[in-house]
């Protein structure tokens, strides 16, 4: 195993898009950022150095970070931010996991912008499950906004209704020529015909689930999340904030040029980009250069039926080295609602009222509890060197009331949507093995909320819709192959069950990947314990860890 090492200079520039210039903040002066590429097992050495004007963290978006959950990055749950000026090094393995991974900042909404790819490639020596493709090619998925994000982002705290909108959605930094003055930087790809390509494509938009399409072609999909899969052919993917996908495809179609092509999937319908695709330009090497290119039809922006059926037909590949069998007996067990509400204000308005519907403030929430950054130490800090003050130990196995979750005659029932705020954290034992069923409520309004856990991937053993039910849902488990993820969709008016074993021992983040959820609370940290032994003990924590 090698030693992987980068230098992240954090930082702002202008860039132009949609006709507009806008100051943004991002790595190395790109957007995206840059791809680190490694093998499973190597080390990963990334010094990050601040000369932006915002706190930064970076976080290795579905890194396992055994033994290593100091460099996992989340602010105020692992670690306090870098501050403007100021540097630290992210030391860690990446170990036990193949595919597709990103990296983006964890401070805020300053993700939008700073984040890239993270590839890690099966060590020397060994091959995929899978014929070796010609060419590997990273799509990274985002938006872009025509204001600067992080005063949206703090315009939609302080008054408590929804942020604005993203003005485009862009595949590697760019809207595309169906948008205005995009059409000279669109992005193009040239294919040579024959041959198959390995497509990494990661939705590290804020907050818009995607459906992903090439004109005429088809894909197979390897691997979800870093984690391989069965083959499962389709010619849509659709993929979460947060959620990677690994797709072969051939270039088996007539010379010409195609589109590539993601839309939104879960959007209000007067999103700025709910009619417009982002694109990218396909050409097959030899086509006429300057042909229109074929675009693909897109599902629409509420089709559930398209999305349901790609994310529940896939299974894991259990002859993949690095498959480990589904815990089987459980030892905790836990039902946690997911979902949006309102609470009273006052808010930083100019009357005090907040602009939330009903003159309320938005609020979301598992188990009614809206979870609050500690912001004066990191969680894990305050947990080895017993802190008290910073957090409690006492989240909710189960929700407080149970009622109809999906029957939209509970929207705007104040008895179910209040929330209260609180920094109430989960403790396991090592090695417990946990189911949770995360239940999708409608009170507020219905949302996807792509679930992501830190440090650990999970099972997907069951998803649906309507109301969790024990007694008839829990026979359908796929307790064999279940696909593996650290990001799951809980569909709106639905549900999924997960298993885990809790083998890494440290903080861990858990929160919905569609980031306007998350100041608003949909988020939770999970403590996972020391193990008897040496190597299952969390190590000290590095010695130029960023000071509160
Ligand atoms: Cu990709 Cu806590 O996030």
């Not at 943004?24 to 000369?51: E, K, S």
């Not at 870098?82 to 993700?111: C, D, M």
């Not at 590997?136 to 985002?142: A, K, S, Y």
Request: hydrophobic fraction near 40%.
């Amino acid at each position: 195993a090698l030693t992987v090492r980068h230098t992240f200079n954090v930082g702002n520039l202008r860039l132009n898009r949609l006709c507009k210039n806008q100051v943004i903040t991002a790595v190395n002066g790109g957007l995206p950022g840059p791809t680190i590429v490694a093998q499973d097992g190597d080390t990963l050495v990334v010094r990050v150095n601040n000369i932006s004007p915002y706190n930064v963290t970076i976080h290795w978006h579905g890194v396992f970070q055994l033994m290593s959950a100091w460099a996992d990055g989340p602010e105020y749950i692992t670690q306090c931010p870098i501050r403007p000026g100021q540097s630290f090094t992210y030391r860690f393995n990446v170990t036990r996991q193949e595919g597709t991974l990103l990296w983006h900042a964890h401070f805020k909404a300053l993700r939008t912008t700073v984040h890239g790819a993270l590839i890690i490639r099966p060590a020397r020596g060994r091959t995929y499950p899978f014929p070796t493709p010609f060419f590997e090619i990273p799509i990274v998925l985002g938006e872009w906004w025509n204001a600067n994000i992080m005063d949206v982002e703090e315009e939609a705290v302080s008054t408590g209704r929804p942020p604005n909108m993203s003005n485009a959605l862009t595949i590697n930094g760019q809207p595309g020529d169906l948008y205005p003055c995009s059409s000279a930087n669109t992005v193009r790809f040239t294919l040579v015909r024959g041959k198959t390509y390995l497509l990494r494509i990661i939705n590290a938009a804020l907050n818009t689930p995607l459906f992903f399409k090439i004109a005429n072609h088809k894909f197979t999909v390897v691997a979800v999340d870093a984690s391989y899969t069965d083959p499962y052919d389709s010619d849509v993917l659709v993929i979460a904030p947060g959620q990677t996908v690994d797709a072969l495809m051939t270039a088996d179609q007539a010379l010409r040029r195609y589109y590539m092509a993601a839309s939104a999937h879960v959007v209000p319908p007067l999103a700025p980009y709910v009619n417009i695709s982002t694109t990218a330009i396909v050409s097959y090497l030899g086509a006429a250069p300057l042909s229109p290119p074929l675009m693909p039809a897109m599902p629409g922006a509420r089709d559930s039926d398209t999305a349901h059926a790609f994310l529940s037909n896939l299974t894991g590949l259990t002859s993949s080295p690095h498959w480990t069998p589904v815990p089987l007996e459980i030892e905790e067990r836990m039902f946690v609602t997911v979902g949006l509400g309102l609470v009273p204000g006052p808010c930083d308005t100019p009357t005090g009222v907040c602009s939330g519907p009903g003159g309320q403030r938005l609020a979301a929430s598992m188990n009614n509890v809206s979870f609050e950054l500690p912001e004066r130490l990191s969680i894990m800090e305050a947990y080895v060197n017993n802190v008290s003050g910073i957090y409690t130990a006492d989240f909710p196995d189960n929700p407080p009331v149970t009622f109809d979750y999906t029957n939209p005659s509970n929207q705007q029932n104040p008895a179910l949507m209040g929330t209260a705020r609180g920094t109430r954290v989960k403790v396991f034992k090592y090695n417990a093995t946990v189911e949770m069923v995360f239940q999708n409520t409608a009170v507020l309004s219905s949302d996807d909320h792509p679930m992501h856990l830190h440090g650990l991937n999970f099972y997907v053993v069951a998803q649906g819709f309507g109301n969790y039910n024990p007694q008839t849902d829990a026979a359908n488990f796929n307790l064999v192959n279940p696909q593996e993820r650290n990001t799951v969709v809980v569909p709106a008016f639905g549900w999924v069950v997960i298993r885990f074993r809790a083998n890494n021992p440290g903080v861990w983040f858990v929160h919905c990947h569609i980031d306007a959820h998350v100041p608003w609370g949909l988020s939770n940290a999970f403590i996972i314990e020391n193990g008897p032994t040496p190597d299952t003990t969390l190590p000290p924590p590095p010695s130029d860890l960023p000071k509160c």
